[in-house]
């Protein structure tokens, strides 16, 4: 069966969000996970990432994530789904195309990319592997 949504790298979300004036950006890390790493950083381009929750850091699935991006979204806005390294996203952009989203794309590589041989991250994939603006508070 086809996927129901897209998938492509972080440089190519990134472009669409320039081009996409309405285009939105889901980062559903958790909390820790934004402090601890960084978030993307897109005032460059007159935007700010949505920050929700896909699950929380005891993996409980968060109740009120579709309701979440229902308040900045219509359901035919382009979205962009992100994690750390993709697999979070892609169950988070499932959900969406099941609540009626219909242009949702998940962000291969996420953030951070996978861990390398010595089980590090950020070192060859992901948001900021690809030198895309980032911050940390």
Do not use: Y
């Not at 950006?25 to 935007?47: F, H, Q, Y």
């Not at 952009?93 to 390398?116: I, K």
């Amino acid at each position: 069966m086809d996927e129901l949504f897209k998938t492509a790298d972080p440089k190519t979300c990134f472009a669409q969000l320039q081009a996409d004036e309405a285009c939105l950006l889901v980062d559903c890390r958790t909390e820790e996970e934004w402090n601890l790493t960084g978030i993307p950083e897109l005032s460059a381009i007159g935007k700010r990432p949505l920050l929700i929750e896909w699950t929380n850091s005891r993996n409980q699935k968060n109740p009120d994530f579709i309701d979440s991006i229902a308040a900045f979204a219509g359901k035919d806005t382009a979205l962009i789904v992100m994690c750390r390294i993709g697999g979070r996203s892609a169950s988070a952009c499932q959900a969406l195309v099941e609540a009626g989203f219909s242009n949702v794309t998940n962000m291969s590589a996420g953030f951070e990319g996978r861990a390398d041989e010595k089980g590090h991250r950020n070192s060859f994939e992901g948001w900021r592997a690809d030198g895309l603006p980032w911050t940390q508070s």
